[in-house]
């Protein structure tokens, strides 16, 4: 069955880097996207980009444009979302999800447990 | 950038009853590029609803989605128990790919 299993949280100062990794098993890792969506404490999900798993092409949300980069390792059928720069508003649950396409739909039809970033001084 | 808003942002209803969910985009949105997903406290978040109408592998029956244009909607039929949560609806039509701000249906 499709799994994501994301890397564990993380506690990091104001002005740090935090690199998070999604793990995917259960399908051909270079035929879907992956897309990485937080969420801080009592708010909305918020999408952040996305990466191609077969070019490794990126799209990113202008909010998190130059603080955020996803990248790919496709022997290790993982996916990597760092963001840099972090202030206490980026305190949230990291989730990465794979891309559906259906008949020419799109939805995130598979999520990992999430990972919690805390940024505390 | 597609605002999505949903309403009302609570819902509280008995089990048993039907909830209507409604989500409405500041744009047109092709209705091929929306979904809903259902979230429970603690967990990730569950696909329900892809191309607006159709469900998902394994969601019960009781799960709709219907819409077009800016106007979608998320039927729950005879609520159980395990569909108090928070809804979301999502858009593909344009990146950034925006979520609304979420139903919480709870307990009446």
């Known amino acids: 069955q499709v799994q994501l299993v994301q890397s564990g949280a993380e506690v990091k100062k104001p002005g740090a880097s935090v690199k998070l990794s999604c793990k995917a098993s259960?399908?051909?890792?270079?035929?879907?996207?992956l897309h990485w969506v937080r969420q801080a404490p009592g708010q909305r999900l918020e999408w952040m980009g996305w990466?191609?798993?077969?070019?490794?092409?990126?799209k990113y949300s202008q909010k998190f444009q130059g603080r955020v980069t996803i990248t790919r390792d496709t022997s290790a059928t993982t996916a990597y979302m760092e963001l840099s720069s972090l202030r206490s508003e980026d305190t949230a649950a990291y989730y990465c999800?794979?891309?559906?396409?259906?008949?020419?739909?799109?939805?995130?039809?598979?999520w990992g447990q999430g990972t919690l970033v805390t940024v505390s001084s | 950038e597609i605002v999505l808003t949903q309403s009302p942002g609570t819902l509280s209803l008995s089990p048993g009853e039907r909830a209507t969910l409604s989500c409405r985009a500041s744009q047109s949105v092709s209705s091929s590029y929306l979904a809903w997903y259902q979230q429970k406290p603690g967990q990730a978040p569950r696909l329900l609803i892809y191309?607006?109408?159709s469900r998902a592998t394994g969601i019960p029956d009781r799960f709709s989605g219907s819409g077009s244009g800016t106007d979608f909607t998320l039927t729950i039929n005879r609520l159980e128990p395990e569909d108090f949560a928070v809804y979301y609806c999502?858009?593909?039509?344009?990146?950034?790919?925006?979520f609304g701000p979420g139903t919480k249906v709870d307990i009446k």
């Open positions: 191309g607006a109408s």
């Open positions: 990466i191609n798993a077969d070019s490794g092409n990126t």
């Open positions: 999800a794979r891309l559906t396409a259906v008949s020419g739909t799109r939805a995130l039809d598979s």
């Open positions: 999502q858009q593909f039509g344009s990146s950034p790919f925006t």
């Open positions: 259960g399908y051909t890792f270079t035929n879907y996207a």
